[in-house]
């Protein structure tokens, strides 16, 4: 495109010097609509930077969600790769808040389950500490009831801490094949038993076909 430019800047100054004093004032008048014309080219191409900048500006003070638009010309390709990086940003943005709310929901969660086993955990030990005489069937009892509850709250903060791991990759997650069709089947009987459904003879069937999935 310079090289046409060049070219035909060329061949109408050539045919000014052709026109001697006709040149001169064909040559004053060409320099100033060359002038005009360039001076119009660059407003043109400061204000496309200009647009340009106040975006990146826009992206820099946190505006992630207002893309690049409007024709920039030979900026284009530039506008292009900004519009990537911001999607890019918005993206990675949403997922770091995604993750932040997984979190304070696990957190809160467990927090809320861990009441349920260790509610009675405190009741039965009170129980057997404040010195009420109780027999060895019933203090054997209490034992069991303490022990299966922090059995369970042991499994809790397990689980807590697993999901951790995961979610800051510091435990390799590697990909198991499952027969999930062995899953369903248990989980079929176990609605096919209870009372709910077994108590109105209600029958479950199904024909599910044997395959493996890799979770």
């Known amino acids: 495109t310079l090289l046409k430019w060049v070219c035909v800047n060329f061949l109408l100054v050539a045919v000014c010097c052709c026109l001697w004093y006709f040149g001169v004032a064909g040559g004053i008048l060409y320099s100033i609509v060359l002038f005009f014309l360039l001076r ?3 407003r043109n191409v400061q204000q496309q930077y200009n647009q340009l900048l106040s975006a990146t500006q826009r992206m820099a003070g946190g505006d992630l969600h207002t893309p690049v ?10 506008r292009d790769s900004l519009n990537d990086v911001r999607a890019g940003f918005e993206t990675a943005v949403e997922e770091e808040v995604r993750s932040r709310n997984m979190k304070t929901e696990l957190i809160t969660n467990v927090s809320h389950d861990l009441k349920t086993p260790l509610s009675p955990v405190k009741g039965y030990a009170e ?6 005489d109780v027999d060895t069937k019933t203090a054997q009892e209490y034992g069991t009831i303490i022990l299966k509850n922090v059995d369970y709250a042991e499994k809790l903060m397990n689980d807590l801490k697993l ?7 510091a435990f390799p997650f590697r990909p198991q ?5 062995r899953y369903l089947k248990e989980l079929v009987i176990d609605i096919a038993n209870d009372p709910a459904f077994s108590d109105r003879n209600i029958e479950f069937a199904c024909d599910l076909p044997e395959f493996t999935v890799s979770i």
Not at 69 to 78: K, V
């Open 69 to 78: 638009e409007g024709d920039l010309g030979m900026l284009n390709p530039l």
């Open 40 to 42: 119009k080219y660059m």
């Open 127 to 132: 129980l057997l500490a404040d010195g009420t």
């Open 163 to 169: 999901t951790y791991q995961l979610e800051s990759g």
């Open 177 to 181: 094949p499952v027969r999930l069709v």
